[in-house]
């Protein structure tokens, strides 16, 4: 008999629900405050929090999960870049 072990990967690690600005969420993806919020309108962005006095903010790891979601192939024509 032949042993056909098959290895399990580990499970990732949780992601942090650190919250960011807009400053930090440009800085990940590549894209300008008005393709940002425009998306956010479309659904096709996460959206961001109302923290009050007209400051907002994202969850770190709603922007991860949105860029590791995009495909491998031609990321860079999803995200409307190049």
Do not use: H
């Amino acid at each position: 008999m032949t042993d056909q072990t098959t290895e399990i990967p580990a499970p990732a690690a949780p992601r942090s629900n650190r919250r960011i600005r807009l400053k930090e969420v440009m800085e990940l993806v590549p894209l300008g405050r008005s393709t940002i919020y425009d998306r956010m309108e479309a659904g096709t962005f996460p959206k961001s929090r109302d923290l009050g006095g007209g400051v907002v903010c994202w969850l770190e790891s709603e922007v991860l999960d949105w860029l590791d979601a995009l495909p491998e192939k031609g990321a860079k024509n999803n995200l409307g870049v190049g």
